[in-house]
């Protein structure tokens, strides 16, 4: 089956501006972008963009696909597997609906439910992202994600390991069950007792574990708060570092080193929902104040304005799934990055598009001949206001792999046309 898209205004992921054209998509591929594309033959569907925005389908760099509305850590232990399975593909369907066609999880709250919901959906029999599936956050114990006691055990989103040999069983154990990338979580957090600033995973311990993972072709993301927490993760070849608020000027260093393979992302949607959104769920201004949730947005804007500068790549991604950062919400991260951190609303989009792409590993991200046709459909400018990516109505046209997920172009009101 082939799809011809035209009279749009093509936006192509690379940070060119937008541009009049037709889109031509045999199978699962895009074969032409450009003016005048007439296929031959009967077995073309045309969609009519009358002057809408295609753009590539939004990557979500930092996917929780099993985390559903927790309060605590310990809410996502409580769940049975066989809901838990069944809440995640929800979850799932939820991220594709909002225009995110690729998620890269940075941890799944039970071992295999990234990975029965990544076989599920690439089945085909639900529907779903791409997702590169990713395994329970590995921390030590006292760190993030051990909420055992003494007196009693409690599960949450954690395997807890301690010392080289735990954590590379840890690994081996994951990887066998079928993650494509291993978690590690390196610092603590300001919602548990050690703190967003303690580096509590030791060298030997990560470096254990980005050995094996490296060895099995897996990739290794990093719970990365704390300044020393990121330089141990860049020293021993983590290849996906999460937050990084609290970089000094030699994390940063070795971080622009490294740009060419590795990725950061700050997770900025908890630290902003956690300041202005939380109350309804017992998360006052003050308690929000003593966790330290300002200080850390504050580190957070200091700290990937200098990313941006140095042209490290980072992707969005917020923590979403989180009781007070529903899942589906994920592209108010685009808004974050231009109002927080002083990009620019292109520079934005390709963080969650090209770079997302380059994060997936796959040929996604663009709309350029010859890759994947991940394409939304919008009505409106997100160059304008980048913001449109939030309204579900918007997107007219949802498209993964060359299949039509959303199409509601024929009852799209008139765009506004621009001038070519």
């Given at each position: 089956m082939r799809t011809l898209i035209r009279d749009c205004m093509v936006w192509d992921g690379s940070g060119a501006a937008p541009f009049p054209a037709e889109v031509l998509v045999e199978g699962e591929r895009i074969v032409r972008v450009g003016r005048g594309v007439t296929p031959d033959g009967d077995d073309v569907r045309v969609i009519d963009a009358a002057g809408m925005t295609l753009m590539p389908g939004l990557v979500e760099g930092h996917a929780h696909l099993s985390f559903c509305g927790a309060q605590r850590n310990t809410d996502l232990g409580d769940i049975p597997p066989e809901e838990h399975v069944i809440e995640t593909l929800h979850n799932a369907r939820t991220l594709l609906d909002a225009g995110f066609t690729s998620a890269y999880s940075a941890a799944s709250a039970k071992l295999r439910l990234d990975v029965v919901v990544r076989n599920e959906v690439n089945s085909g029999r639900s529907p779903g992202p791409r997702i590169r599936a990713a395994s329970p956050e590995i921390t030590v114990t006292g760190g993030l994600g051990d909420e055992n006691r003494l007196h009693m055990n409690r599960s949450s989103f954690g395997i807890v390991a301690d010392g080289p040999e735990a954590i590379v069983q840890a690994v081996r154990t994951c990887i066998r069950e079928g993650v494509d990338n291993i978690k590690l979580n390196i610092s603590g957090d300001d919602f548990v007792p050690a703190k967003g600033g303690m580096t509590v995973m030791r060298e030997t311990e990560v470096r254990a574990a980005c050995e094996v993972a490296h060895d099995f072709g897996r990739r290794v993301a990093s719970h990365s708060r704390a300044g020393n927490a990121v330089k141990r993760a860049v020293q021993c070849g983590v290849d996906v570092i999460y937050h990084c608020e609290m970089a000094d000027g030699e994390a940063l260093d070795l971080l622009e080193a490294a740009r060419d393979r590795l990725f950061v992302g700050p997770a900025i949607g908890l630290i902003h929902n956690t300041l202005h959104e939380a109350e309804p769920w017992g998360i006052t201004k003050a308690v929000a104040h003593d966790l330290g949730m300002e200080r850390c947005l504050e580190n957070s804007q200091r700290t990937y304005e200098q990313m941006r500068k140095r042209g490290i790549r980072v992707v969005i991604g917020g923590d979403y799934g989180f009781a007070w950062t529903p899942q589906g919400t994920n592209a108010r991260d685009i808004e974050h990055f231009v109002r927080l951190f002083g990009y620019t609303p292109s520079e934005a989009l390709q963080c969650a598009t090209r770079i997302g792409g380059e994060l997936m590993g796959l040929p996604v991200g663009q709309v350029r001949e010859g890759l994947l046709?991940?394409?939304?459909?919008?009505?409106?400018?997100?160059?304008?206001?980048?913001?449109?990516?939030?309204?579900?109505?918007?997107?007219?046209?949802?498209?993964?792999?060359g299949a039509v997920h959303k199409d509601s172009v024929a009852e799209a009101r008139p765009a506004v046309r621009r001038a070519a």
């Amino acid at each position: 089956m082939r799809t011809l898209i035209r009279d749009c205004m093509v936006w192509d992921g690379s940070g060119a501006a937008p541009f009049p054209a037709e889109v031509l998509v045999e199978g699962e591929r895009i074969v032409r972008v450009g003016r005048g594309v007439t296929p031959d033959g009967d077995d073309v569907r045309v969609i009519d963009a009358a002057g809408m925005t295609l753009m590539p389908g939004l990557v979500e760099g930092h996917a929780h696909l099993s985390f559903c509305g927790a309060q605590r850590n310990t809410d996502l232990g409580d769940i049975p597997p066989e809901e838990h399975v069944i809440e995640t593909l929800h979850n799932a369907r939820t991220l594709l609906d909002a225009g995110f066609t690729s998620a890269y999880s940075a941890a799944s709250a039970k071992l295999r439910l990234d990975v029965v919901v990544r076989n599920e959906v690439n089945s085909g029999r639900s529907p779903g992202p791409r997702i590169r599936a990713a395994s329970p956050e590995i921390t030590v114990t006292g760190g993030l994600g051990d909420e055992n006691r003494l007196h009693m055990n409690r599960s949450s989103f954690g395997i807890v390991a301690d010392g080289p040999e735990a954590i590379v069983q840890a690994v081996r154990t994951c990887i066998r069950e079928g993650v494509d990338n291993i978690k590690l979580n390196i610092s603590g957090d300001d919602f548990v007792p050690a703190k967003g600033g303690m580096t509590v995973m030791r060298e030997t311990e990560v470096r254990a574990a980005c050995e094996v993972a490296h060895d099995f072709g897996r990739r290794v993301a990093s719970h990365s708060r704390a300044g020393n927490a990121v330089k141990r993760a860049v020293q021993c070849g983590v290849d996906v570092i999460y937050h990084c608020e609290m970089a000094d000027g030699e994390a940063l260093d070795l971080l622009e080193a490294a740009r060419d393979r590795l990725f950061v992302g700050p997770a900025i949607g908890l630290i902003h929902n956690t300041l202005h959104e939380a109350e309804p769920w017992g998360i006052t201004k003050a308690v929000a104040h003593d966790l330290g949730m300002e200080r850390c947005l504050e580190n957070s804007q200091r700290t990937y304005e200098q990313m941006r500068k140095r042209g490290i790549r980072v992707v969005i991604g917020g923590d979403y799934g989180f009781a007070w950062t529903p899942q589906g919400t994920n592209a108010r991260d685009i808004e974050h990055f231009v109002r927080l951190f002083g990009y620019t609303p292109s520079e934005a989009l390709q963080c969650a598009t090209r770079i997302g792409g380059e994060l997936m590993g796959l040929p996604v991200g663009q709309v350029r001949e010859g890759l994947l046709a991940d394409l939304l459909l919008v009505d409106g400018d997100p160059l304008q206001d980048v913001r449109l990516l939030q309204d579900r109505s918007r997107l007219r046209l949802i498209m993964k792999g060359g299949a039509v997920h959303k199409d509601s172009v024929a009852e799209a009101r008139p765009a506004v046309r621009r001038a070519a």
